[in-house]
C-alpha cells in the first residue's frame, strides 16, 4: 500500500474526468439538436455538411427568384388583358363607326373615344413614363428597364430579364422581355393577306416616315372618323388582338415553365436538406442513452472517488 501516490485515486479521476466530459458533449449536442457542434466532433462530417447546407440555401433564394418572375410574368399579363379589352373595344368602336345609318357627328363622337383607347395603350406601353413596371422595372419595352447607351449616349435597348434559378452559377435563365413600345415595328401581317400598308407593320407606332406602314393602334391611319377607314380599322385591330394573344401565350408558356422549376428547386432543397441533417443532426433517441449512461457512470465516479481518496487513511492503521 502506498502513501505518497494514490495510483486508484489517480485512475478513478482519470475515468471519471472522461465521463464528465462525454457527459457535457452528450448534453451539448442534445441541448442544441446537432451531433456536429464543432469540428472536432466530425472533421468530414462537417466539410461535408456546410457544403450540402451551402447548396440548399443558395436553392432557397434560387426559388425566391422564380418566384419574383412568376410574379413578373402574371404583372405583365394582367397589362396585356387590360390592353386585349382595350383592343376589343376599340374593334366595337370600329364596327359602329362602319355603319352607314349614322351621321358624321356620330362618327365624331366615336372617334373620341377611340383616340383615347390609343392613347391609354402608350401610356400603358411607351415612354419613360409607362405605366406598365414591375418594381420599377418596364415590362413592355424590350427588356429590363435598364438602358444601354452607346458611346454617343444613345439608347440601345433595355437588355434581357437575366436571373439565376439554381444553386450553382451557370443555373440561369435570360429571356427576351416583351417590346410593345410604340417604335417597335413586328412582322404580324403579309401584304397578301391583307390588303393594306406593308408587311412591317407597328402595334403602338406614332409616327410613320410612309403611308406604307400601317399602324395597327396609335398611328394616324388607324382611324373610326370615316365609314371608309373603319371597315379597315377592324380587320388592323384583329391582328393586333391576335398579337397580344400570342404574346400573352408565350407569356403562359414561360410561367408554366417557372412553376416548374419552382417544384423542382424545393425538391431538391428538402432532399439536401435531409441529406445534411442526417449528416449533422443529433439522433435523440440514441444519444439520451448516451447521456443517461455517462451520467450513471459520473455518479459512480465520483463515489468511487471517495473510495479512493480514503484509502491512504487505512495506512495510519499499520503505524498505530
Same mark, same amino acid.
Given at each position: 500500500? *502506498?502513501?505518497? &501516490? ?32 464543432? #469540428? ?133 435563365? &435570360? ?16 401584304? &397578301? ?15 410613320? &416616315? ?22 379597315? #380599322? ?39 436538406? #435531409? ?19 455517462? *451520467?450513471?457512470?459520473?455518479q459512480i465516479g465520483t463515489a468511487m472517488l471517495a473510495q479512493a481518496n480514503a484509502l491512504p487513511g487505512l495506512v495510519s492503521r499499520l503505524v498505530s
Open positions: 500500500m *502506498q502513501l505518497y &501516490n494514490n495510483v486508484t485515486a489517480f485512475s478513478v479521476w482519470k475515468n471519471y474526468t472522461a465521463n464528465v466530459a462525454d457527459l457535457r458533449k452528450s448534453m451539448e449536442k442534445l441541448s442544441s439538436g446537432l451531433r456536429i457542434v464543432n #469540428a472536432g466532433d466530425d472533421p468530414a462530417g462537417l466539410a461535408i455538411s456546410e457544403r450540402l447546407r451551402a447548396q440548399y440555401r443558395n436553392s432557397a433564394a434560387a426559388a425566391t427568384n422564380v418566384e419574383n418572375k412568376i410574379n413578373y410574368l402574371q404583372t405583365a399579363d394582367s397589362w396585356l388583358q387590360k390592353i386585349h379589352d382595350i383592343l376589343g373595344r376599340m374593334a366595337e368602336l370600329s364596327v359602329m363607326a362602319n355603319d352607314g345609318t349614322k351621321s358624321q357627328i356620330d362618327r365624331d363622337n366615336l372617334q373620341v373615344e377611340f383616340q383615347q383607347m390609343q392613347k391609354e395603350i402608350q401610356r400603358i406601353t411607351s415612354g419613360a413614363t409607362a405605366a406598365a413596371k414591375f418594381n420599377g422595372l418596364y415590362l413592355f419595352r424590350g427588356g429590363s428597364g435598364v438602358p444601354t447607351m452607346t458611346g454617343d449616349g444613345v439608347v440601345q435597348g433595355y437588355g434581357h430579364v437575366r436571373l439565376q434559378v439554381g444553386p450553382d452559377s451557370n443555373m440561369v435563365f &435570360n429571356e427576351d422581355s416583351i417590346n410593345l413600345e410604340a417604335d417597335n415595328f413586328t412582322v404580324i401581317g403579309s401584304y &397578301n393577306t391583307y390588303s393594306y400598308g406593308s408587311v412591317n407593320m407597328t402595334l403602338l407606332g406614332s409616327s410613320m &416616315n410612309s403611308v406604307d406602314w400601317a399602324s395597327l393602334i396609335c398611328c394616324q391611319h388607324l382611324s373610326v372618323s370615316a365609314q371608309s377607314v373603319a371597315q379597315g #380599322a377592324v380587320d388592323k385591330l384583329n391582328i393586333g388582338i391576335d398579337y397580344i394573344s400570342s404574346t400573352r401565350a408565350v407569356l403562359g408558356a414561360e410561367m408554366n415553365r417557372m412553376e416548374q422549376t419552382l417544384s423542382g428547386l424545393r425538391n431538391y432543397e428538402e432532399n439536401i436538406r #435531409a441529406t445534411e441533417s442526417r449528416i449533422r443532426d443529433v439522433d435523440v433517441a440514441y444519444e439520451t442513452t448516451e447521456f443517461s449512461k455517462y *451520467q450513471i457512470l459520473t
